[in-house]
């Protein structure tokens, strides 16, 4: 993977169609983002970007830190370092794809 923005990633690498069911079903249903080996590259590539992605999202919804806005998640279970890396590329995947697509996220 050639180093750009997470975003410019995303854009390269999905149809639009793909995007719009990411941000309404979330980004797991991405090709190549549903399996651990595939998100956690894909994290070290474009941490910097994902981290500032999802806090920016945090602080919109009124969240100073944004482990506190993970914290109002409650069908999640972060018991891992390579789940939460993961985790955090399937949330700033699904904002992405909701910017991308002009869409809500939910």
């Known amino acids: 993977m050639e180093k750009t923005t997470f975003k410019a990633w995303m ?15 979330g980004a797991f249903e991405l090709p190549g983002l549903s399996i651990y080996s595939k998100t956690s590259r894909v994290y070290a590539i474009y941490k910097e970007d994902i981290w ?11 969240h100073e830190h944004l482990m506190a806005w993970f914290a109002t998640f409650t069908d999640v ?15 700033a995947a699904k904002i992405v794809a909701c910017q991308l697509t002009r869409q809500k996220f939910k």
């Open 11 to 25: 854009k390269e690498q999905y149809t639009k169609d793909e995007l719009k069911l990411a941000c309404k079903k």
């Open 77 to 91: 279970v972060l018991s891992e370092p390579d789940s939460f890396e993961c985790y955090l590329v399937w949330v």
């Open 52 to 62: 500032e992605i999802v806090k920016i999202k945090a602080e919109k919804n009124g």
